[in-house]
């Protein structure tokens, strides 16, 4: 005799045995049995199940592994991964899966056996990679260009700042007198730049009337 979910029962968690299962209600969790599973019209199984055989008329979310998967014509099923061996599908069942069809082993070693394979796999996306170790050899050249490069902008940098230094020996003193406003006035007459602090008028006006 097959152990029935009636109805109007809801059962939340794991379900392991070696009985047939019917669900007539509604189960969310895990399914783990070594025989068969029905899943009723107007029921609904969510999450993850692992049966030797498997029978759909119901509602099915999830993921699923099975020797043999029926799909009735009432089946619904919105699925991650169904791997099956044996696949029937009726007319009028709706399925969205990712179906994988090999063969299946047992369900007693299914979950156990299943699980572990693609978790060892993802770790060893080699996270100890050295290779950065390379490139430091090439380290003694590149710094020598590096410090290299320095002294040449400084030197540019000097013999820039000397030359403003030479405009200091023009004739400030007789735009002393003059407000800012004049100077700017005077800059203006001739086309120059009017921004700036008085003593950068009094400079540019200089330069400009030497």
């Known amino acids: 005799m097959p152990t029935t979910i009636g109805q109007h ?40 199940v692992n049966a030797v055989s498997v029978r759909i008329d119901g509602r099915f979310e999830g993921r699923l592994r099975a020797e043999t998967l029926h799909l009735t014509s009432t089946a619904l099923v919105d699925a991650e991964l169904l791997e099956v061996g044996v696949l029937q599908i009726d007319d009028g069942a709706k399925v969205k899966a990712e179906i994988s069809m090999d063969d299946v082993p047992s369900a007693k070693t299914t979950i156990s056996a299943a699980r572990p394979a693609p978790a060892r796999t993802t770790p060893v996306a080699k996270t100890s990679a050295p290779a950065p ?10 710094s020598a260009a590096a410090a290299a490069s320095p002294s040449a902008t400084t030197t540019v940098v000097v013999e820039e700042v000397e030359e403003p230094e030479e405009s200091g020996e023009l004739d ?9 406003k004049e100077l700017r006035d005077r800059l203006r007459d001739l086309d120059l730049p009017v921004s700036g602090t008085k ?11 030497s």
């Open 199 to 209: 003593q950068e008028l009094a400079e540019r006006l200089a330069e400009a009337e």
């Open 9 to 48: 029962i809801v059962v939340l968690g794991r379900i392991s045995g070696e009985d047939d299962l019917v669900v007539a209600g509604r189960v969310e969790g895990q399914i783990e049995i070594s025989g068969m599973l029905v899943v009723e019209d107007q029921a609904l199984v969510k999450g993850e």
């Open 172 to 180: 400030l003193d007789k735009y002393d007198d003059l407000t800012v």
């Open 133 to 142: 170790r390379t490139p430091p050899k090439p380290t003694s050249s590149t």
